[in-house]
């Protein structure tokens, strides 16, 4: 539940103890009581995209069940790490190759249900994905070693739509073209070859 009220954070106070001027603002309550929304995992993660001659840097993810589709180099942000900084380690590490982030490109939030976890768990998912438009200025491919990424390839665009994938590729892509303001693009739809 949210509440309109006047906020006085301690930084908006005088020295002397006497408050600045109040201005009305969105606030949640200290204490939510999500109910079932609270049982959900959550991801923060840095994806790139990277296109070059027409063609984009996609990386094979295998599951620890077996089953494989591609990805963009990315994933999960570490504890007090930047994104920033993340989405470049990650691309090293899945790739073998170096990259610099050119500029940001959005934001995706999805919600995953239970049953279409690609990692098992008990419960829904929730992933933030930050994409960053990002060029490779070093390295060579390579798999990740003693990762779960098995190769990573320059895919030509127009193949993309033919490929096993996560819908992260779907999303980065769309992104990397229409370039919203708001760095927000619609839902890509699950099914067929696109997976979470």
């Known amino acids: 539940m949210f509440s309109r009220q006047s906020a006085q954070p301690a930084a908006r106070q ?11 603002v969105w606030s949640r309550p200290r204490t939510l009581n999500l109910g079932k929304l609270a049982e959900m995992s959550f991801r923060l993660a840095a994806y790139a995209v990277c296109i070059e001659n027409e063609s984009v840097l996609l990386a094979r993810y ?3 069940k077996g089953g494989s589709n591609w990805t963009l180099p990315g994933g999960g942000v570490e504890h007090a790490e930047d ?7 990650e691309v090293f590490e899945e790739t073998g190759c170096e990259a ?13 249900p239970t049953a279409e976890r690609l990692r098992p768990g008990p419960i829904p998912h929730h992933n933030v994905g930050i994409f960053y438009q990002a060029r490779i200025v ?3 491919l390579r798999p990740e070693p003693n990762g779960e990424t098995a190769e990573s390839v320059w895919t030509p665009l127009p193949a ?3 490929l096993r994938r996560s819908g992260l590729v779907d999303v980065g892509l769309s992104l990397a073209r229409s370039r919203p303001r708001t760095g927000h693009v619609g839902p890509v739809a699950v099914g067929g070859l ?3």
Do not use: Q
């Not at 994104?83 to 380690?89: G, K, L, T």
């Not at 610099?100 to 995953?112: A, F, M, N």
């Open 194 to 196: 696109i997976r979470h």
């Open 160 to 162: 993309v739509v033919s």
């Open 100 to 112: 610099v982030v050119e500029r940001l490109l959005g934001v995706d939030s999805r919600v995953i």
């Open 14 to 24: 005088r020295r002397s103890g006497e408050s600045l001027p109040r201005s009305p």
């Open 83 to 89: 994104p920033f900084d993340a989405v470049i380690r």
């Open 138 to 140: 070093g390295g060579r």
């Open 62 to 64: 295998v599951s620890p």
